[in-house]
């Protein structure tokens, strides 16, 4: 206990320092997901990511097959079918793809559990160094290789991505868990081959007339909760929606990606890899989803699912 203190105690004094001689700006470079920049360091000393330690409805969780909720009120998912252009960068903490603010074409979503429409703003990667972890969310303990979050804002509410991650229902995330295949999705090799050029930090290569929609994995069925922006400053302004089918990713396309670092240095061999924040506490919220129980029989309009697990046909060990 005291070690845990004093390792806390050391972090808010390098991190006051650097705040002093780097700028709040310059905070939003230096965070990371390992040491003294890690996730467990990250609302200790800047204010405007306090909700990272105490927040109670962060993301990601662990989804607990037998604590969910069927929900029988659940709309299905509407994409609206659209290419877009965008530009995928390599940020120092993962790869995201942005799309253009001057593109006149938007990819929007409602349905599920939105009550708004959402305009799909970027796409983030997530991914560990070995096949046993990687995803940011988990079900029933078990971790992914990877994790692909599209993140749209309130388009009917709100101006832009950046007004609405601090207001409420201001941002709805679809998550999608990468297992391991051995074919992959064809559209999302696009953003594999072009993230081939961005080794360092700081690089960015354009991506025009992307069909982002066509990544998402074929499925009516997904889990939701209401939860965070899963990097700081922790906003809990995100309605989640995870896929309940996996996006498949070769040992070929995950390699690529483990090549890439989190420097701007080409000499320097840091890799970027295990760029995931672990799951947070549920704290009693409803975890629900819309996978049909196998028993009908209850009268209630909501039920307890019992016997459900996440679609094992689909994930390869």
Request: proline share 5%; net charge neutral.
């Amino acid at each position: 206990m005291m070690d845990t203190r004093f390792t806390i105690v050391v972090c808010m004094f390098v991190t006051e320092i650097l705040l002093t001689v780097l700028g709040e700006t310059m905070w939003a470079e230096w965070w990371s997901y390992q040491g003294i920049s890690g996730p467990d360091y990250w609302g200790v000393s800047n204010p405007e990511y306090a909700l990272c330690r105490i927040g109670m409805y962060q993301s990601p969780i662990n989804i607990e097959p037998k604590s969910l909720i069927y929900d029988p009120n659940l709309k299905i998912l509407q994409l609206e079918p659209c290419r877009v252009d965008g530009k995928l960068y390599n940020t120092g903490q993962d790869i995201t793809y942005e799309i253009s603010d001057m593109d006149f074409r938007h990819l929007n979503f409602t349905g599920g559990p939105l009550s708004y429409h959402y305009r799909a703003n970027k796409l983030k990667i997530h991914f560990g160094l070995k096949d046993h972890h990687g995803s940011e969310h988990t079900v029933d303990g078990k971790s992914f290789a990877a994790e692909v979050q599209l993140l749209g804002y309130n388009s009917d509410l709100y101006k832009n991505f950046t007004e609405a991650k601090y207001a409420p229902h201001g941002i709805a995330g679809i998550a999608m868990l990468a297992a391991i295949g051995q074919t992959p999705n064809d559209r999302f090799d696009r953003i594999i081959q072009a993230s081939k050029r961005l080794r360092v930090k700081g690089s960015s290569i354009d991506i025009y007339d992307f069909d982002l929609m066509s990544i998402i994995p074929t499925t009516e069925f997904f889990i939701t909760y209401e939860g965070s922006i899963t990097y700081p400053g922790c906003y809990e302004t995100v309605t989640w929606l995870v896929v309940n089918k996996p996006l498949y990713i070769t040992k070929e396309q995950l390699a690529v990606l483990r090549d890439l670092t989190h420097v701007d240095e080409p000499a320097r061999d840091v890799l970027m890899g295990n760029n995931f924040r672990l799951p947070k506490s549920v704290n009693r919220r409803l975890v629900r989803t819309n996978i049909t129980p196998k028993s009908e029989d209850e009268a209630c309009n909501i039920k307890k699912l019992i016997s459900y697990r996440m679609n094992e046909r689909f994930i390869q060990v």
